[in-house]
């Protein structure tokens, strides 16, 4: 990982999954979250405003950048429950079958390289009953749309962190075993549009 990846990325992920679209789409989905949690690619931090603290005994996030991490900074102090960082990437979830009640995952499986992996792995970490609690933005319906998210996808890529802007979100989960229980999409306005078609939702093992 060079400089650019370390130092730079980091930031521009920060400001740009913390605009105020996309704070709408973690409100509607984080306060869910309840139990034991584990949040794939936490990064800075931005969900953890959104956990409702009455419902959250433990958090744990998992992230391969360390950076980032260091960069969430106040928003990981007074949550009223515990926070444990581990630094690994999504496909490496060091944690024993069934150790968790909801895992989430919001912007982060645009990003890692093997997501069908990091998806089984988080069905083999959720307990009986648990929930997958997602939001990520994808492949868009139209076709226009589409074949601009693949033409510019090349150059998108190493500029945004290995970031994908046109992975079926649907077909992934169903490809690791999960079932899609609630599934929502749409543009969200005030982003643009090969990169701002999202799916939200809640899937079970």
């Not at 083999?124 to 076709?143: I, Q, S, W």
Request: aromatic share 8%; hydrophobic share 40%; glycine share 12%.
């Amino acid at each position: 990982m060079g400089v650019y990846e370390r130092h730079v990325v980091p930031h521009i992920i920060n400001f740009a999954c913390g605009m105020k679209p996309i704070r709408y789409q973690r409100g509607k989905v984080v306060p869910q979250a309840e139990g034991v949690v584990l949040e794939i690619g936490i990064g800075t931090g931005l969900n953890l405003p959104f956990y409702d603290a009455k419902k959250v005994t433990k958090l744990i996030g998992l992230d391969p950048s360390v950076k980032s991490w260091k960069i969430a900074g106040k928003r990981a102090e007074g949550l009223g429950f515990p926070v444990e960082f581990i630094g690994l990437p999504g496909e490496r979830i060091p944690l024993d079958d069934h150790a968790v009640d909801t895992v989430v995952v919001t912007y982060s499986l645009c990003t890692i390289p093997d997501p069908v992996m990091a998806l089984e792995g988080m069905r083999r970490v959720l307990k009986p009953g648990g929930k997958l609690l997602f939001c990520e933005h994808g492949e868009a319906p139209d076709h226009g749309v589409k074949k601009w998210q693949g033409r510019i996808n090349p150059m998108w890529k190493p500029m945004f962190g290995g970031c994908n802007l046109h992975r079926r979100i649907p077909d992934l989960l169903q490809a690791a075993g999960f079932t899609v229980e609630k599934l929502e999409s749409m543009y969200l306005p005030g982003t643009p549009r090969i990169a701002g078609y999202n799916y939200w939702g809640v899937a079970t093992a």
